[in-house]
């Protein structure tokens, strides 16, 4: 069982390239979620996925898209990076944003993407 | 968006007691979640207040009061390993928003010896 896991771990873009952050779950979680930490600026969420085939908005879209083609996998996309979006990406996961009281979301390890 | 304060920085030595203060503005409140992050980790799950009152685990304790809008996160027997960052994350369940998580900036906790 190896949770939520995240790949890359490490990227350096050149501004204007693009890329895709993957991440798989293996707890059967229909909900996932991308977040960007800054520093100073806590866990802001990017979009998230209520189940296969969805996908919303969270407070950061801009420059961002993701996919949700399997219920295990939900994707990043950057189409043309910028320096502002240099950042340590997060996804995480969770059975439902209900579920048991103490249902709480299960973090990836990380992804550090700089763009120069 | 939600209004979640806390403060950025807190030192303690080994074997004392922190408090972490977190205060939330929210009209949708449906539990309040602390994490521990390590730096270049990922955030893990502490504990979690949904009713008013004392949550013990351990060498951790977490209060909340709805009323007040206002948690604590309680550490006790500190020791170096403690030194993280402790994020307070407030869950909101109004209609479109799907029981989303806001998380505060966080308070980052350095355990002297």
């Known amino acids: 069982n190896a949770g939520v896991t995240q790949t890359p771990k490490f990227r350096v873009l050149k501004t204007g390239q693009s890329m895709t952050l993957l991440c798989a779950q293996d707890m059967n979680h229909e909900y996932m979620y991308w977040y960007r930490q800054d520093p100073g600026m806590g866990l802001r969420l990017i979009h998230y996925?209520?189940?296969?085939?969805?996908?919303a908005k969270g407070e950061v879209p801009d420059g961002y898209n993701v996919s949700r083609l399997k219920k295990q996998n939900f994707l990043l996309g950057l189409e043309s990076a910028a320096p502002s979006q240099t950042s340590v990406y997060f996804c995480?996961?969770?059975?439902?944003?209900?579920?048991?009281?103490?249902?709480?979301?299960?973090f990836g390890p990380g992804t550090r993407l700089t763009v120069l | 968006g939600q209004n979640i304060d806390q403060p950025t920085e807190m030192t303690a030595t080994e074997g004392a007691i922190v408090q972490i203060n977190c205060t939330y503005q929210t009209s949708g409140f449906n539990g309040l979640f602390w994490y521990q992050q390590h730096a270049g980790e990922a955030p893990t799950f502490l504990s979690y207040?949904?009713?008013?009152g004392l949550e013990e685990k351990g060498r951790f304790s977490s209060f909340l009061s709805r009323s007040k809008g206002y948690s604590y996160l309680l550490l006790k027997e500190l020791q170096m390993k403690d030194s993280a960052s402790y994020l307070c994350?407030?869950?909101?369940?109004?209609?479109?928003?799907?029981?989303?998580?806001?998380f505060g900036r966080g308070t980052q906790l350095t355990v002297w010896p």
């Open positions: 996925s209520v189940g296969e085939g969805t996908t």
């Open positions: 995480a996961s969770s059975y439902s944003p209900w579920g048991e009281s103490t249902d709480t979301q299960y």
């Open positions: 994350a407030v869950r909101d369940h109004r209609g479109s928003t799907l029981g989303r998580l806001y």
């Open positions: 207040n949904v009713l008013d």
